[in-house]
């Protein structure tokens, strides 16, 4: 039965015969039809009684609560740019636990003659600290293990951690100025992929898949990989709250690629299953679906099919994705051994430029155990050690392949460490507590200048000297140089018009863009 | 690996002096900066021949006098302008400006109009502008796509490729998108393309199965300014065939067959910034950057 307006879906027969309804009255704002129309399929939905709980039953095959499945959603169509983009993906290799300012890109020689002394009352001013480091009597000062030398024209001073990025850093904008409100890490690195440090909100990936569609239908518009660790100390636990879709419609969402040989489970027709077999359960699973969606009007309905017909068109493009026999001898050189096995920083960081040739918007790359309150020399170079060299490799192949120049790379962790010892303070040996008010982050391509530093931390790199960046201004960045003002790119809500960068001002920082 | 990057900007500079020889030279003031702007977004509805809401933008006077009922413009206080609140909505908002559905101002616009308020909306005497930006890749419009849209997404769909504007700035042109399906796109869906050849600024190709056919079609797009043909079949002297493209700023060839002869003929190409040639016989011969051209 065809439904006489556009937006009117052919309605149960508890709604049948009640005309007119307001879909004939004129002069109605379509948006307030649709507004209806949902509340209109809650009360429908509160109705069904008994088949309610079938219903609770399939929301939770969505993976949705009922409240966002019936919530309003707008058509998947993508936005278009407020203005010409100058990027067209972003990698962001994401370190989890947050490395240490100290000892990678906030290089503080002052420190060094002062080991083991108390950090000045004058420098602190009477912050509050941190539960973990709040009861130590003493907060002696801990410089650097690690030494840093002058690379490239620049002349950027970089720590002796990362041979390997040294050689690009001509390539990199560090941005030394970086603040958060969060001390913890879930609220910190929910704050930084969400914008928002509680759960519910989309992803910076998903903002971007909502306001540029994909560049390739046969891939995930957002994709995320979570790296094996060298080292299992203080890990995070990650989940998709961290790269889900939040209000916006699930698609949005990252796909995750397994760490091992399997990136994608259950994509492998099973035996006997050809590919026209396949073809015609899915169809006939949409087709069940739609009906669905005709008789309830709820959009997830229409996600889950889109959803059916990305897994559909990844059986042929991931396979061909994940074979990396056709990679020149090169590739190894410039990533590394490592990246021939599955599930390494290193193979992810190659998968990242492999994604973004085949546009992807947006690859996360995650690698966790940054979180060193403890054993930071030992622990801090074996982290360095595995990701130093496939990082260098990608800014490097990205940029020989005239890649970088359209893709954002993004480097850093959730907040900064303290200056002071967290525990006993040793010359070889030392931990670090968390620290929100400043944290070094570097970014590369993307039309951003290569070879410069941005915002100055003082001499302890305790509080922001010059340039202070939130959070919210990376991302106001982030989304312009996508061609997005931040304050337009909007869904509406909850009533509200809701955006990356929330109610809070956050501005777009222009001395660093090209 | 040969990348083109020497004096990129001293050349942007040049090309966009080129294009607006007055920009460079002369303070920003009400009358150079402001007025463009206006006149860009809102002069069509509050201006000589239409006065919506009794309001005027297209002198100082006019715009400094606001409407029958109140001011727009309030000297040193952007926040609390009414033109500031209302270009500054969401789209979605019922008074935003321009009103229906007509391009919002871009950013760098609404930072400008920023600027000059909060130096006090001055009628003659220069403000602190933001510099104009330096961006080739964006110095030479193509035609306002909005009348053929509808018609190249639909031959686009049909070809199974995309043709999708690069921003809602009518100006700013398509992009010739391949990658869901780039073995579908060969030189005969090049070919197809033609009427819609002025309307495209940049082309993916890359990994398609276009041939030296193809480079003729290409070389017919006089606004493109962005050209990706890695892993294409292209030849070196097929590539000849792009020396028409005038506005081409950046030419990825990684892994193609173009070789040292290739490169040095591009270098021709009077936009060119960037030319990639990774993967190729002519990696890593080093050529001249045609960037370090004078112009």
């Known amino acids: 039965m065809a439904s006489p307006h556009p937006l009117q879906p052919d309605l149960c027969s508890d709604h049948g015969g009640e005309h007119p309804t307001i879909w004939d009255l004129p002069n109605i704002p379509l948006g307030l039809k649709q507004e209806w129309l949902n509340l209109e399929t809650r009360r429908h939905f509160l109705g069904r009684g008994a088949k309610a709980l079938a219903w609770a039953g399939l929301a939770s095959i969505l993976g949705r609560s009922l409240p966002r499945a019936l919530a309003n959603e707008s058509s998947s169509t993508p936005l278009l740019p407020h203005f010409a983009p100058k990027a067209k993906r972003a990698i962001y290799l994401f370190m989890a636990g947050a490395p240490s300012q100290f000892e990678t890109w906030d290089y503080k020689p002052g420190l060094s003659s002062m080991f083991n002394q108390d950090l000045p009352e004058s420098v602190r001013g009477g912050q509050q600290l941190t539960g973990m480091t709040a009861s130590q009597t003493r907060f002696p000062v801990a410089p650097s293990f690690y030494k840093f030398a002058q690379h490239g024209q620049a002349g950027r001073w970089c720590s002796e951690l990362f041979p390997y990025t040294a050689k690009v850093s001509d390539e990199l904008c560090v941005i030394k100025s970086l603040h958060t409100e969060a001390i913890n890490h879930e609220p910190a690195i929910l704050s930084i992929t969400t914008g928002n440090m509680f759960p519910g909100k989309p992803s910076v990936g998903a903002w971007l898949s909502y306001g540029l569609g994909a560049i390739n239908d046969e891939l995930p518009t957002f994709v995320v990989m979570i790296s094996k660790m060298p080292i299992q100390v203080n890990v995070q636990a990650l989940s998709n709250r961290l790269w889900s879709s939040g209000f916006l419609s699930p698609e949005h969402a990252a796909v995750a690629l397994r760490s091992g040989s399997n990136p994608v489970l259950h994509l492998k027709d099973p035996p006997g299953v050809d590919r026209s077999v396949r073809r015609a359960m899915i169809d006939g699973v949409n087709d069940l679906n739609h009906q669905l969606f005709d008789r309830v009007g709820d959009p997830e309905i229409n996600a889950r099919i889109s959803q059916y017909e990305m897994a559909f068109r990844m059986q042929t493009s991931v396979p061909e994705l994940t074979d990396f026999s056709n990679e020149p001898s090169s590739t190894w050189d410039l990533y590394g051994p490592k990246a021939k096995e599955p599930g390494t920083f290193a193979y992810n960081c190659l998968m990242a430029r492999r994604l973004a040739e085949r546009g992807v918007r947006f690859s996360q790359v995650f690698l966790r155990s940054w979180d060193q309150h403890n054993n930071l020399p030992t622990n801090i170079k074996i982290l360095a050690e595995d990701s130093d060299r496939p990082t260098q490799g990608l800014i490097a192949d990205l940029k020989r392949r005239g890649m970088l120049d359209d893709t954002l790379v993004i480097w850093g962790g959730e907040f900064g460490r303290t200056v002071y010892s967290q525990g006993t303070l040793k010359p070889q040996d030392y931990g670090r507590d968390h620290h929100p008010r400043c944290f070094s982050m570097w970014l590369a391509g993307g039309g951003v200048k290569p070879g410069i530093s941005y915002g100055e931390t003082d001499d302890f790199s305790y509080n922001i000297a010059k340039d202070p960046v939130h959070i919210r201004d990376l991302h106001a960045t982030l989304l312009h140089q996508f061609g997005f003002d931040h304050e337009r790119l909007t869904h509406k809500f909850q009533g509200l018009e809701q955006k990356l960068t929330g109610v809070l001002p956050a501005r777009v920082i222009r001395d660093i863009l090209l | ?295």
Not at chain 2, 17 to 29: D, I, K, N, Q, V
Not at chain 2, 52 to 77: I, P, Q
Not at chain 2, 115 to 123: D, L, R
Not at chain 2, 169 to 194: E, F
């Open chain 2, 1 to 295: 690996m040969i990348f083109y990057s020497k004096s990129l900007i001293l050349s942007a500079a040049l090309t966009l002096l080129a294009f607006h020889p007055r920009l460079g030279a002369e303070p920003a003031t009400f009358a150079t900066r402001v007025a463009p702007v206006l006149e860009k977004n809102c002069t069509g509805c509050h201006g000589k021949d239409k006065q919506k809401g009794s309001l005027r933008l297209d002198t100082f006077a006019h715009v400094m006098r606001g409407s029958d009922d109140r001011v727009v413009v309030k000297a040193k206080d952007f926040a609390a302008s009414e033109l500031h609140r209302r270009i500054t909505l969401p789209a979605s908002d019922e008074d935003v400006m321009p009103s229906d559905g007509k391009p919002l101002l871009s950013s760098a616009d609404i930072l400008l109009l920023e600027k000059w308020i909060a130096a006090g909306a001055p009628a003659t005497e220069p403000f602190d502008a933001p510099a104009l930006a330096l961006t080739p890749i964006t110095s030479s419009a193509a035609p306002d796509y909005r009348p053929r849209l509808a018609a190249a997404t639909a031959l686009a769909k049909k070809l199974g490729i995309r043709l999708v504007p690069r921003s809602i700035v009518p100006t700013d042109g398509l992009i010739l998108r391949t990658a869901s399906a780039p073995t579908q796109c060969n030189d005969a869906v090049l070919a197809q393309l033609a009427p819609f050849a002025d309307l495209i600024v940049e082309a993916e190709l890359a990994r398609t199965t276009i041939t030296d056919a193809g480079l003729v079609s290409l070389a017919l797009c006089p606004n493109l300014q962005i050209l990706d043909l890695t892993q294409t079949a292209v030849t070196a002297q097929g590539l000849g065939a792009l020396h028409p493209l005038k506005n081409l700023v950046v030419l990825n060839l990684t892994n193609t067959a173009a070789n040292q002869a290739t490169a040095a003929s591009l270098k021709k190409l009077p936009s060119l910034h960037h030319l990639w040639l990774f993967g190729t016989p002519a990696d890593p011969v080093s050529a001249k950057p045609a960037a370090a051209k004078a112009k």
